[in-house]
């Protein structure tokens, strides 16, 4: 298997942008755009997604899910568990542990009441999507054993919306501990696209004595892999990733270990792609620089 500096890059740079290979799925959407005929911006709705480390013989791996097939948004591709903000992740008696709402907001760009939901949101969704969670009895500790029954419950009463994440932490009286994310990126689906997300990228060491399984009913598969060989899939052709994925893969590949990879202080920009053609085909224009973090660039027009 290629390692990390072997692995061929998916995407071809050029000066302060990188272009990706367009994926068959949004092929329709962007050629509307191109040609004109589709002029209108949906409004990109807030999410976040978290990429769960351990460490390995071989290096980090990180906790990656195929997406099912009949998902609106990337269908059959490799993805972090993730998703988009609820309403009730903005309340304000969420019980927390770590850095407050104020000092997300000054890392994520935001104010206090959208940092708290962006900040929510990562820890329930990867909850929700593969059963691990970054809370713990007090802020030095997290649950280190999530197999009794109850946990399953839990679980399931948030995804039907029957509770809030700030609900469960109250009642089991835990914390939620925002020390434990660490913010990797920022990027914006193009405008060009019919369902849009404002997405922040956050790393989370696996907990010790947790497990995350792969019962989302949003992926057809999930488990742990090295960045590399995820790549080296994509490369391959068994499998395929939207550019933000891609890049948090090539970044989390140069790492040598998951302490090397938290402790690592990344510049984040936003980072918005947008359609363009050449050599006969359609290609996703990402405005980044060598080391896959936002440059700067904006979209023409």
Do not use: K, N
């Amino acid at each position: 298997m290629p390692s990390a500096t072997e692995t061929p890059s998916p995407g071809a740079a050029r000066a302060g942008v990188r272009d990706f290979p367009m994926p068959e799925v949004l092929v329709p959407s962007a050629r509307s755009w191109l040609d004109g005929r589709t002029t209108d911006v949906v409004p990109a709705r807030a999410s976040a997604t978290v990429m769960l480390l351990r460490d390995s013989a071989r290096g980090p791996e990180v906790f990656l899910l195929r997406r099912a097939r009949t998902m609106a948004f990337a269908a059959d591709m490799l993805a972090f568990p993730g998703g988009g903000v609820d309403r009730r992740d903005a309340e304000v008696d969420v019980p927390w542990a770590g850095p407050g709402a104020e000092v997300w907001a000054d890392r994520l760009g935001t104010d206090a009441a959208v940092a708290r939901e962006l900040v929510t949101a990562a820890a329930r969704e990867v909850f929700e999507e593969c059963g691990v969670l970054l809370a713990g009895p007090d802020a030095g500790s997290v649950v280190a054993d999530l197999t009794d029954p109850v946990w399953d419950e839990e679980r399931a009463a948030l995804l039907a919306r029957e509770q809030s994440f700030g609900e469960l932490l109250a009642r089991r009286g835990l914390v939620l501990r925002t020390d434990l994310l660490r913010l990797r990126a920022h990027w914006t689906t193009p405008r060009c696209e019919p369902r849009r997300y404002d997405t922040r990228f956050f790393a989370a060491r696996m907990p010790d004595g947790q497990v995350a399984d792969d019962r989302s009913s949003e992926a057809v598969q999930a488990g742990w892999i090295r960045p590399a060989d995820a790549l080296a899939d994509v490369a391959a052709g068994r499998s395929a990733a939207l550019p933000p994925t891609l890049v948090m893969l090539e970044q989390l590949a140069r790492g040598a270990d998951v302490d090397a990879l938290l402790g690592e202080e990344v510049p984040v920009r936003r980072v918005m792609p947008w359609p363009v053609e050449h050599d006969g085909r359609l290609w996703m224009r990402a405005p980044i620089d060598g080391d896959g973090h936002g440059s700067g660039a904006a979209e023409p027009g």
